[in-house]
């Protein structure tokens, strides 16, 4: 993060990743006259053999949408062994990040957030288009603290010309499937409903409540046969809430509230007021949006001394790209069709090249202020030895398998409840001389994430630096 490098005339590329996908990192450049920022998909076409199928796809479906709460795209760059997808830059990270384990976040935010996604959700089924993988970690918050969707790899096309057809691919992520889409063939627009109904559960109470929707997942059976109202999550949702999930989590597809219904629906036509525990109540029976408030509260305090990311972002109006973009595509075009290879990086040519002209400067207040806000960081008042010392004993004591990666980043594997894979990456990163670690999921569930994050945190409690949240 400390690292920027010359991308190409004018925009830097930041060494450290925003995040990573299935076929690369995703990076973020910067302009530096008139500090425009978009992010960068990087595809390694050498290392993931099967990636052009599927980014000709994302990118055939993405390109055609232009919605605000629908990540942009803004165009993209072709070289044999290498790709670069650019897209708005969600410089408030994703929205797991804002949903605290077990707890959740306040009614109203939540609301917020779920007419946001209703809104793209409504524009994209418009357009015939299914999304197929809904699920906190696709769903970004921009600059303007929108939700955007974002991920279009599984999307498809279910309307056209007026036509509807049915879907028979099974895919998408196992908590968030309607049960119909394990059945197959099924309707395009309630599975996406389904998925957005487990959106609202875990952004409501911090818990998704099943790892599939399988016969043999007792949690979904008991929601089957409607035993579940003493059971988490349910329990805590009020009255308004509970209903609004049941009929969206619906088993019958055709009996499913539609995307018009959820929009009419009480629960989302509530006026929230800044008191708005009341819909909320953790199994402790402690308000949730007194915690959620206070951790936003250290989230604040953390950015307080820079300015605000979000605000240093030009506004762009929605469908356009940011000028420089424009003039950044061009080159890169002039300069492939110049040299006559298809090269990507006028200046300088290769990527190998591009590694080898890090500026080497220190991370500092200004710089970091680049990078998307995180609930997954904090200072420690302990050296970076000490520092590393004290995280590998806590990575014993959890039984995590970690290396370290050729960026410096320690990458802990291990497994989450249901036993899917979960792959995060810490960075020890020296900020004005202390030291900052930032952790960032990599693969598998955003809430097991944060809660994995929240337990090694705890376990380092006697180096965390609490008048540095
Ligand atoms: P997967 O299929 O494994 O979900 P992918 O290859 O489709 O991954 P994305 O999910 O699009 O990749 O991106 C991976 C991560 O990179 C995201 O979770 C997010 O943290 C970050 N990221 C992606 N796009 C942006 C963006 N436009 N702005 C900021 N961060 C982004």
């Known amino acids: 993060m400390s690292q920027a490098s010359i991308f190409v005339e004018d925009w830097l590329c930041y060494n450290t990743n925003l995040g990573e996908g299935a076929y690369g990192e995703v990076k973020l450049?910067?302009?530096?006259?008139?500090?425009?920022?978009?992010a960068c998909k990087m595809i390694d076409h050498d290392k993931y053999k099967d990636a052009s199928l599927h980014i000709n796809r994302e990118v055939m479906i993405h390109k055609f949408l232009d919605h605000e709460n629908i990540i942009k795209y803004y165009g993209r760059r072709q070289e044999p062994a290498k790709e670069y997808i650019f897209l708005e830059y969600a410089?408030?990270?994703?929205?797991?990040?804002?949903?605290?384990?077990?707890?959740?976040m306040p009614s109203s935010e939540a609301q917020k957030f779920m007419k946001q996604l209703m809104n793209g959700i409504k524009y994209l089924h418009g357009k015939g288009i299914a999304h197929r993988d809904i699920k906190p970690e696709n769903l970004l918050i921009g600059a303007d603290g929108k939700l955007k969707i974002s991920d279009f790899g599984m999307a498809t096309l279910f309307r056209f010309k007026g036509k509807e057809r049915l879907l028979d691919k099974k895919c998408g992520t196992k908590p968030y499937l309607a049960p119909e889409v394990l059945q197959r063939p099924y309707y395009a627009q309630p599975a996406d409903i389904?998925?957005?109904?487990?959106?609202?559960?875990?952004?409501?109470?911090?818990?998704?409540?099943?790892?599939?929707?399988?016969?043999?997942?007792?949690?979904?059976i008991k929601w089957k046969n409607e035993e579940y109202l003493c059971d988490t999550p349910w329990r805590k949702l009020g009255n308004t809430a509970?209903?609004?999930s049941k009929q969206i989590l619906n088993i019958d597809s055709e009996k499913r509230l539609t995307l018009e219904q959820v929009?009419?629906?009480?629960?989302?036509?509530?006026?929230?007021?800044?008191?708005?525990?009341?819909d909320v109540v953790d199994s402790s029976g402690e308000k949730s949006a007194k915690r959620w408030n206070s951790m936003m509260e250290a989230e604040t305090r953390q950015n307080a001394d820079t300015p605000d990311v979000a605000l240093s972002q030009p506004n762009l109006p929605s469908s356009r790209k940011p000028a420089s973009?424009?003039?950044?595509?061009?080159?890169l075009n002039e300069g492939g069709a110049r040299n006559g290879r298809g090269a990507f990086f006028s200046q300088p040519a290769q990527n190998a090249d591009l590694m080898t002209h890090f500026a080497q400067s220190t991370i500092t207040k200004e710089n970091f202020q680049d990078f998307i806000k995180s609930m997954t960081r904090f200072y420690v008042k302990s050296t970076h030895e000490r520092t590393l010392e004290c995280l590998c004993n806590a990575f014993?004591?959890?039984?995590?398998?970690?290396?370290?990666?050729?960026?410096?980043?320690?990458?802990?594997?291990?497994?989450d409840?249901?036993?899917?894979?979960?792959?995060?990456?810490?960075?020890l990163l020296k900020m004005d001389g202390k030291v900052m670690l930032d952790f960032r999921l990599s693969k598998g569930c955003g809430l097991e994430f944060k809660k994995k994050f929240l337990k090694l945190k705890e376990s380092l409690k006697d180096i965390v630096d609490n008048k540095n949240i």
């Open 325 to 331: 973009l424009v003039q950044l595509l061009k080159e």
């Open 29 to 38: 450049l910067l302009h530096r006259k008139t500090k425009e920022k978009i």
């Open 417 to 427: 409840l249901m036993k899917n894979p979960l792959v995060f990456k810490v960075n």
């Open 242 to 244: 509970l209903a609004l």
């Open 194 to 220: 389904w998925s957005c109904g487990i959106v609202l559960v875990a952004m409501l109470t911090g818990e998704l409540p099943w790892a599939d929707t399988t016969n043999g997942n007792e949690e979904f």
């Open 263 to 278: 929009q009419k629906h009480p629960w989302m036509k509530f006026q929230f007021g800044n008191d708005d525990e009341s």
């Open 396 to 415: 014993e004591q959890s039984h995590y398998t970690w290396a370290a990666d050729a960026s410096g980043a320690v990458v802990i594997s291990t497994v």
């Open 91 to 104: 410089s408030g990270g994703e929205l797991f990040q804002m949903i605290e384990p077990d707890i959740g």
